[in-house]
């Protein structure tokens, strides 16, 4: 029996990073009435430093705000890219 590798399932397929601010990108294949189609979804956090650990937060201060934007706004043009391709082989 294989065994499923969690981890690579839970990769981001994108991410984009201004300073400590990231927007990941993941998507998820599923079965609908029409076929197979994939989901995608974005994930924004800020890395921080906690004395020798690092952290991860989804909240954002007023000066981190424009990167979070930015991040959204880049990961929300790599999905719409993504939604336009139509494959012709179908």
Same mark, same amino acid.
């Given at each position: 029996m294989a065994k499923s590798n969690k981890s690579e399932s839970n990769k981001p397929e994108q991410v984009y990073?201004? @300073?400590f601010v990231s927007a990941s990108v993941f998507a998820r294949d599923v079965e609908t009435d029409g076929g197979k189609?994939?989901?995608?979804? #974005?994930?924004?956090?800020?890395r921080y430093k906690d004395g020798d650990d690092t952290k991860y937060?989804?909240?954002?201060?007023? @000066?981190?705000?424009?990167?979070?934007?930015?991040c959204l706004q880049l990961a929300q043009a790599?999905?719409?890219?993504?939604?336009?391709? #139509?494959?012709?082989?179908?």
């Open positions: 990073r201004i @300073g189609r994939t989901l995608r979804s #974005v994930n924004v956090q800020k937060t989804s909240s954002f201060g007023l @000066g981190e705000l424009p990167q979070a934007i930015r790599y999905i719409e890219g993504h939604e336009a391709e #139509v494959n012709l082989d179908d």
